[in-house]
Every structure is written in C-alpha cells, then in structure tokens.
C-alpha cells in the first residue's frame, strides 16, 4: 500500500538520493561467488545529521492512502529536535 499525506509528503526521502539513469546489474544467481568492490578512496567524511525543523510534541495526523481512506499514524515514535545519542557500550567511530 503507498501512503501519501501530511505526514509524508513534507519528509525527506532515499527515493531522492536514486539516480534512474544508473544502470543496476541483475543479481547473482544463488551460490554464486560475490566480488566486493574496493572501498572508495578518499574514505568519505561523515556528514553531521541536521536537527528536525518540523513540528514537535504533535501528534501526527492519519495518513492518507492512495483510495483516499484514512490511516491511523503511528503513535509509537518519538521525535526529538536532535538525532539520539550512541548508547554508552557502543564504540564510536
């Protein structure tokens, strides 16, 4: 089901970092051997995350599917103006 709406439309999504013109190969068939392509050079930088400038401490409104019903949001998010921290046992890069 494709979900389009308030809640969605204004979100950033992978769907805009896809180049159609870049041709994907077709997958392996099983139990092929898989060469991993070399690691780019010079290793990318991390980019810091932005902080959320849409609304907070709303809850959201229910989507919209694509024949027009209503569907309830998700209640079980939380956003916060910052992206969460690591857990303190996780190593850091």
Not at 67 to 90: M, N, Q, R, Y
């Amino acid at each position: 089901m494709e979900i389009v709406g308030p809640g969605t439309a204004t979100a950033a999504h992978a769907l805009e970092f896809v180049d159609p013109t870049v041709y994907r190969a077709v997958p392996p068939q099983p139990g092929s051997v898989i060469t991993q392509p070399s690691p780019p050079t010079p290793t990318p930088t991390p980019q810091e995350t932005e902080p959320w400038l849409g609304p907070v401490n709303l809850p959201m409104s229910d989507l919209v599917t694509l024949d027009g019903s209503a569907l309830p949001a998700p209640t079980d998010g939380i956003v916060h103006f910052e992206a969460p921290s690591l857990p303190k046992h996780l190593p850091r890069s």
